[in-house]
């Protein structure tokens, strides 16, 4: 594998070192796993900067789809067989997790005066930016940019989009109550929204006006409201609703504005379709800075996290699959631990932000 990015290293260990390794649940984590072998088959992830090797990963998955179904015994062994434990360890600092979950509302497929807030599916004129297509001057941490007739140009921002730079255009997909369960959907990419009419949409991340990703929870804190470790995801969106004009004003702050597209025919126990292109499994799917971490890595994680009732912090430790990603997901060992599908699940993964003991890449032995 190579160097890892300043301020981190691997470290090799053996699995016997794993905390909680024998007594996990493996056939859960096989079973995400397989949603990625499936997709690998016919696209092979690409090998980001740590070094998971994709074409390796994607030979082990094609192993694992024809060695199916496995149950805890069998699931342990392949991963044993197959993959090498790897720590990853900052030389400063610490690992970081977080939770994220796929919001349910209500909502309408025509605007109300109940459902006035849009959520938009993406503009014709939004263009995904690689190193071919990048116009010199345009801000490096832009993945998403607007073709205009002068060129390729930055995209409007979410201030911009809410006053109707985009009006007109029948790009509403549905509509919300709540402009704050609107902006935490951003967050979150993905929601099932049940339509007063009947029936239940389900709506998934399509793209982003390309802006940054400000935490308007972390501008709280340093603007003194609440320190760090008190800011949950309850007590921001309190603050919001509170006032619901200084809301707006803060929520502009974060300029990302995100587009969606329907997701019909998913299998209703599974979250959303992530960016690794397959649902996401509650309590083993994970998302990681997809610059880094190859798309179908097994990572293991021990780590204290408050999932009990009230709170109560449970050991954590299982082996996850990097599935997914988001923009404040940034570093070699952060990780957003996928919690599940309702508002228990929602309130739960606003909860975590911790520090595991231990983020452990399995990395194929070919």
């Known amino acids: 594998m190579p160097d890892m990015p300043t301020g981190f290293r691997f470290r090799d260990l053996p699995f016997a070192a794993l905390p909680g390794w024998p007594e996990d ?3 859960e984590a096989m079973a995400a796993f397989l949603l990625s072998a499936a997709r690998m088959a016919d696209d092979p992830p690409r090998t980001r900067t740590l070094g998971v090797d994709g074409a390796a990963l994607a030979r082990i998955a094609g192993a694992a789809l024809a060695a199916a179904p496995f149950d805890d015994r069998s699931a342990r062994a392949f991963f044993e067989t197959r993959f090498r434990p790897v720590a990853v360890e900052p030389a400063e600092g610490a690992p970081f997790l977080t939770g994220y979950f796929e919001p349910e509302v209500e909502g309408s497929l025509v605007p109300t005066t109940r459902f006035t807030v849009p959520l938009l599916r993406r503009p014709d004129d939004l263009v995904d930016i690689r190193d071919h297509n990048r116009p010199p001057g345009l801000d490096p941490a832009f993945a998403f940019a607007r073709a205009s007739a002068d060129g390729i140009v930055p995209y409007h921002d979410r201030a911009a989009i809410e006053d109707g730079a985009l009006a007109g255009r029948g790009l509403e997909l549905v509509y919300l109550e709540d402009p704050v369960e609107a902006y935490f959907i951003h967050v979150q990419g993905s929601a099932r929204i049940r339509l007063a009419g009947g029936g239940t949409l389900r709506v998934t991340y399509d793209g982003k006006a390309g802006w940054p990703y400000t935490s308007i929870g972390r501008l709280l804190v340093e603007r003194g409201v ?19 004009v200084r809301g707006r004003a ?17 299998d209703p126990t599974l979250g959303a379709v992530a960016a690794a292109g397959v649902q996401i499994t509650p309590g083993r799917s994970l998302a990681v800075d997809r610059l880094l971490h190859t798309f179908g890595t097994p990572i293991f994680l021990d780590a204290d996290l408050p999932l009990g009732p009230d709170g109560a912090r449970m050991p954590f430790r299982r082996l996850m699959v990097a599935q997914d990603t988001g923009s404040a997901i940034v570093g070699p060992a952060r990780g957003d631990v996928f919690v599940g599908c309702d508002a228990e699940a929602g309130r739960r993964a606003g909860l975590i932000r911790d520090v595991p003991r231990a983020f452990v890449l399995l990395v194929p032995k070919e």
Do not use: C, Q, V
């Open 226 to 244: 609440a320190p760090a470790a008190e800011m949950t995801a309850d007590r921001l969106i309190a603050w919001l609703k509170a006032d619901p």
């Open 25 to 27: 649940r493996h056939g």
């Open 250 to 266: 803060l929520m502009r702050e974060n300029r990302s504005y995100i587009f969606f597209r329907e997701t019909p025919d998913l």
